[in-house]
């Protein structure tokens, strides 16, 4: 199995920073893309960033030019630097990793989710 443990959250006031971390471990052969998402009470869960195995990084509008995602491959580990932070930017964050598992000498792909993290941006 593959477990994801986020860590980071909390409470900061407006135009503050946060860094939230996800570690993925477990029976990994290789992970592929990672991502950040959230959901706001009343809301839908959208995508707030994501990261390719080679770098490649795609942003929400709403959050382009604040936050910057990031990974270390050598520990699995995915990272959201947010910066300037909004009341609007309140929400449960969640990180997601598209893992291959090497199974009777096959590779299959499986998505995965954290358990969540709360921020809270309020003065």
């Known amino acids: 199995q593959v477990q994801l443990v986020e860590s980071g959250g909390g409470l900061v006031q407006p135009g503050g920073s946060l860094r939230l971390s996800c570690a993925a471990s477990?029976?990994?052969?290789?992970?592929?893309?990672m991502g950040w998402y959230r959901q706001a009470p009343g809301k839908q869960r959208e995508l707030v960033a994501a990261?390719?195995?080679?770098?490649?990084?795609n942003y929400a509008d709403s959050v382009k030019g604040r936050f910057t995602i990031s990974r270390d491959n050598t520990k699995n580990t995915v990272y959201l630097q947010m910066n300037s932070l909004k009341p609007e930017d309140t929400a449960v964050y969640s990180c997601n990793a598209a893992v291959l598992r090497l199974q009777d000498l096959e590779l299959y792909e499986y998505d995965y989710w954290g358990q969540g993290t709360q921020v809270t941006v309020s003065s």
């Open positions: 477990g029976s990994i052969f290789s992970i592929k893309a």
């Open positions: 990261i390719t195995s080679v770098g490649s990084t």
